[in-house]
């Protein structure tokens, strides 16, 4: 059994901070902020949980902040907000700002990602079976120096 050391008292502005981070329920999340859940036109297999997002962004930042996700450019993707039960709620438009449609937590954002180009286009970032496999020839394998083989 570890011992805690006693916690010391919050000063005023340490424990608005911890209020505002914990928020009511105490799931550790402000009052403007909501918990979505993310899917992707061409990630089959992929599906993120849950991200935390301002209702204050704009959907235009909030595309830029999937980007880093998912991988698809924010100029070439669009949203789209669906409730709980799988039903579009609204395509979100880039200069409104995510509380503008209303989400709430459970919701899901969908990209359709329309780059043709796209990496995740034709499954490249899920189907292993598309990457062209490395192979080297045994008499090409014994060959080489300083390998594990000729290690061990």
């Known amino acids: ?3 805690q050391p006693p916690r010391r008292q919050l000063s005023r502005e340490e424990q608005t901070i911890r209020d505002y981070c914990m928020g009511e329920d105490g799931r550790r999340k402000a009052e403007s ?3 979505l859940h993310v899917s992707h036109s061409n990630l089959k297999k992929t599906f993120f949980q849950e991200i935390r997002l301002d209702l204050h962004m704009r959907i235009g930042t909030v595309k830029q902040k999937l980007e ?3 991988g698809t450019s924010a100029i070439s993707n669009r949203l789209f907000l669906y ?3 799988g039903q579009v709620m609204s395509e979100c438009e880039d200069d409104k700002m995510l509380g503008y ?4 937590d459970g919701c899901r954002l969908h990209i359709v990602d329309d780059d043709p180009n796209s990496l995740s286009a034709g499954g490249w970032l899920e189907d292993v079976s598309l990457v ?3 192979e080297i020839s045994e008499e090409a394998d014994n060959a080489r120096q300083n390998t594990y083989r000729k290690f061990k």
């Open 132 to 134: 062209t496999k490395y």
């Open 101 to 104: 449609y209303s989400p709430y």
């Open 1 to 3: 059994m570890s011992v």
């Open 83 to 85: 409730d709980e039960r």
């Open 33 to 35: 902020t909501v918990l």
């Open 68 to 70: 880093f996700h998912c």
